[in-house]
């Protein structure tokens, strides 16, 4: 048996905690000077009007922004395209020090007019669907359907609206506010954009992480941790007939199935698991020399994810056992393997940190209605870190993400998305 453990394996739990009472201590100081109190006062401020009376009166240039990326391709791993395209836009906006990093994040930066926090803005530039999938955008009315049209273009059109304004209208900010194209956020990327940042000269000066991916007006303090598995159940393999008697590593994969299916996971917190890709066998009278099976493992809690890990790594080798024992007399090799193929950390952001804070007194000030919610994006790694970080929507309405059949409906005010992210930021960065 051989269990291989990727890269990622640097995020382990114990780490994360060591490294988040380290982060936590240093960043208070800083958030502590962005108050809740304050946003209704910055909203009413000159520039901040002016730039929430833009994004209204230039609503077509967001979703123009967010139409155009939609239809560059960006697969997993080949965002290139649309992180350039992204770049160029950062560029001609006035973004200064605009770079693409080694690992192919967009990274540019605009400096308020005095010292203050660092907020990283950010929007993912991979989709979920493969190369050659048909992306062009498909409108009726106030409604546009295509593959990733708002998980997750909507965010790249809300962070780039949000820069225009910050540096048309002259907000006179506090700090520095770091706009990003991440890659990689999407499943088989395994968040490998934000880890990259995260892991580099940058992530001492960050003090808070705001991602933006989704549709409505809710906020994501909630990380969803995942393990991720391949699991290959390993044999010489034969003919069905002449070769029967000899551990069968798809009966093997098999047992293993059924004892996931059984495995008790708790509600609260909640825990859930899945195979969700099987694979092996050549044809139907062969005894395959492998099964392979896929396991997603999740929860928002670091120690619930480990003891579900723990009982599905208890079920893979007994399931190993039994298909051995089955065959006592047999002298073929029946071995197993298992990749780790992605790591999420799990956590939250408390409701009382400064920027739940903030991000819920800007939805009070807007009169909108926001819900604090948990999921598995960008802002797993900030907030696995103990960096002040959450997710929020970018407004409108949508249905059907990571589907062919995605769709997103700006209807009458899907300018407030772009609006609540400007007040978001600004809140947390502080205006005169």
């Not at 393999?237 to 000899?246: D, E, I, L, Q």
């Not at 059984?262 to 050549?282: E, H, I, R, Y």
Request: proline letters at 5%.
């Amino acid at each position: 048996m051989r269990t291989r453990r990727s890269s990622a394996t640097l995020f382990t739990t114990v780490a994360l905690a060591a490294t988040a009472l380290t982060a936590t201590s240093l960043r208070a100081q800083k958030m502590a000077l962005a108050s809740p109190d304050d946003v209704a006062r910055i909203a009413t401020l000159p520039t901040v009007r002016a730039s929430f009376a833009a994004i209204e009166k230039d609503n077509a240039w967001t979703l123009d922004q967010q139409l155009s990326l939609c239809q560059i391709p960006a697969p997993p791993f080949k965002e290139v395209k649309r992180g350039e395209a992204f770049r160029d836009r950062l560029i001609a906006l006035g973004v200064q020090h605009v770079h693409v990093d080694k690992t192919g994040n967009v990274i540019g930066e605009i400096v308020g007019s005095r010292p203050g926090p660092t907020v990283m803005l950010s929007g993912h530039l991979d989709s979920v669907f493969p190369e050659g999938t048909n992306v062009t955008v498909k409108r009726e009315g106030t409604k546009f359907s295509a593959p990733g049209i708002y998980d997750d273009c909507r965010g790249l059109a809300a962070v780039l609206s949000t820069a225009r304004q910050v540096i048309t209208n002259k907000v006179p900010f506090a700090g520095r506010l770091l706009v990003v194209g991440t890659v990689g956020e999407e499943g088989p990327g395994n968040l490998r954009g934000v880890r990259a940042i995260f892991s580099s000269t940058l992530k001492d000066s960050i003090d808070a992480f705001i991602s933006v991916d989704g549709v409505g007006f809710n906020i994501t303090n909630g990380a969803v941790g995942s393990n991720r598995y391949r699991v290959s159940y390993v044999g010489p393999g034969g003919h069905s007939y002449s070769a029967f008697g000899m551990p069968n590593p798809i009966h093997a994969m098999g047992r293993a199935i059924a004892k996931i299916a059984d495995l008790q996971a708790t509600t609260n917190p909640k825990v859930t698991f899945n195979v969700g890709v099987v694979s092996g066998g050549t044809s139907v009278n062969s005894i395959s020399d492998k099964g392979v099976m896929e396991i997603d493992l999740r929860s928002e809690s670091a120690a619930a994810l480990a003891a579900i890990d723990a009982k599905l790594q208890r079920a893979l080798r007994a399931a190993l056992a039994e298909e051995r024992a089955r065959w006592p007399l047999s002298k073929v090799p029946l071995d197993i393997t298992i990749d780790t193929i992605g790591l999420r950390p799990a956590g939250r952001t408390a409701e009382t940190s400064p920027i739940i804070r903030v991000a819920l007194a800007a939805s009070k000030t807007m009169q909108l209605v926001s819900a604090l919610t948990g999921n598995s994006t960008d802002a797993n790694i900030a907030i696995g870190m103990g960096i002040p970080a959450m997710t929020i929507d970018g407004g409108g309405k949508g249905h059907g993400a990571h589907s062919l059949g995605e769709w997103y409906d700006d209807g009458t005010d899907g300018y407030k998305g772009p609006q609540w992210v400007l007040l978001i930021t600004l809140g947390l960065l502080g205006v005169k």
